[in-house]
């Protein structure tokens, strides 16, 4: 009696350590499963505003404003994580660009309700589209700065460094020139006393 009820306890144990191994391949899965989810509708919504970009009319010209905003966001946050990589000073630029990536969310979403209103419905709302414009030429006009103020200070620093590059590598050519001889000096200076007196009359 005492090897069987061994033999349950082992048998057990292996199910319990099986369903443990399961509920946690299980919980993984649903993890995974909703990330996907969430990375598939992102990737949706891209591919549905490239389609919809495509067209003519209002609608798609909306469209196409929401991918030049994601492009121009998406460069200057490149350039920002460039220069922070780097360990360039930004003061408050990464926060700033922070906000200014929630401000242009708000903006992408605004003109995808235009959009899709617009799609849907004969009547035009031409006031509406342009304020979303003018929003529209500030934010891009922002990351425009924000890009060209990081690459003129990349580019000043550049030069520093090229400047500096520059001294270093005339020194040291300098310093591997070999040091005129005094005897070849001399015969120089022999040679050129000789015909001086041979060109005189």
């Keep these: ?8 306890v082992v048998i057990l144990v292996i199910l319990a350590f099986l369903l443990l191994l399961g509920g946690v391949g299980l919980y993984l899965l649903i993890k995974l499963g909703k990330k996907a989810a969430v990375k598939a509708r992102q990737a949706t919504t891209r591919l549905t505003t490239h389609v919809n970009a495509m067209g003519t009319g209002d609608a798609a010209e ?12 998406s460069l ?16 408050d630029l990464p926060r700033l660009m922070a906000d200014l990536t929630v401000q242009a969310d708000v903006h992408d979403g605004q003109l995808g309700m235009y959009a899709q209103q617009r799609r849907m ?12 414009r003018e929003h529209q030429a500030k934010l891009t006009a922002m ?41 070849d000096q001399i015969d120089e ?7 001086e007196r041979k060109d005189l009359p």
């Design 76 to 91: 200057t946050r490149q350039a920002i994580d460039h220069a922070q990589r780097q360990g360039w000073g930004l003061g």
């Design 121 to 132: 419905s004969s009547f035009v709302d031409h006031v509406t589209l342009d304020r979303l």
């Design 1 to 8: 009696m005492a090897e069987i009820s061994e033999f349950l």
């Design 62 to 73: 909306v469209e196409r404003l929401r991918l030049d905003l994601r492009r121009e966001v």
């Design 189 to 195: 200076l022999y040679r050129r006393t000789m015909e």
């Design 143 to 183: 990351c425009a700065r924000i890009r060209a103020d990081l690459l003129g200070d990349q580019v000043h620093h550049t030069s520093t460094g090229i400047a500096d590059l520059t001294s270093r590598t005339d020194l040291e050519i300098e310093a591997r020139r070999r040091p005129p001889d005094p005897l």
